[in-house]
Each structure stands twice: as C-alpha cells, then as structure tokens.
C-alpha cells in the first residue's frame, strides 16, 4: 500500500519562502510520476508541478514557473517542493500525489495515491 506523507507547510508573509516535502512508502517508485496539487478554498484542487521518478523530469504550471521547484531524492524516497517569493494567491492546502505510468499528468483524476495535504498559508 502506497503511502504518502506531507510535511513543511506553515504561515509565511508574501515574498517568503516554504519547503514542502513529502515522504513516499511502500512501493518501489521507479516508474511512477509524483505531482503536487494545491486547494484553495471554494475552488478546484489544481496542478502545481510533477516530476518523473526515474528521469527527474519536471513540469510546472505557468503560475508558478521560476518560483517553485520539484525535485526527488531516490535514497529517502522524498518529493520536495520549494517555494520562493510566495504570493497571496498561492495560500491553498498542498497534496502530493503518485501515479504509476498512464493517466494525465495534470489532473487529479490521473493519480492514484494522495497524502493528507498540508496547509500554506501567505500573508500580507
């Protein structure tokens, strides 16, 4: 059973920065995509980012090009996600999700395995 575990969010003021990660377990996780999706309230959970596993191939949404960056560790099993000059718009509640190979990269209904997601909050 795959688990995913997100830690790292937090209160920051607009112009700061936050490191999320998120702690993968009970696969081998060569051939999977991890993404991280984000909610804000009233709205639709979104696509931030994802990154292949094995190729360490990332994509972003064009909101958050040149301030967020994905990257894995293979020896921890871990997805990070750094996020720089944070803005208001970026408060949601952040998951991090796996797909194994098929589906959509970019939206939620192509992965399979979802963490509990972890608040971030920007202020002003």
């Known amino acids: 059973q795959v688990q995913l575990v997100e830690s790292g969010g937090g209160l920051v003021q607009a112009g700061g920065s936050l490191r999320l990660s998120c702690a993968a377990s009970?696969?081998?996780?060569?051939?999977?995509?991890m993404g991280w999706f984000r909610q804000a309230p009233g709205k639709e959970r979104e696509f931030v980012a994802r990154?292949?596993?094995?190729?360490?191939?990332?994509f972003y949404t064009d909101s958050v090009k040149g301030r967020f960056t994905i990257s894995r560790g293979r020896a921890s099993n871990t997805v990070t996600l750094q996020m720089n000059s944070l803005k208001l718009e970026d408060t949601a509640i952040y998951y991090c999700?796996?797909?194994?190979?098929?589906?959509?990269?970019?939206?939620?209904?192509?992965?399979?395995?979802w963490g509990q997601g972890t608040q971030v909050t920007v202020s002003s």
């Open positions: 990154i292949s596993w094995s190729a360490g191939t990332a």
């Open positions: 999700a796996a797909r194994s190979l098929g589906g959509d990269d970019f939206r939620p209904s192509g992965y399979d395995y």
């Open positions: 009970g696969r081998a996780f060569s051939r999977y995509t």
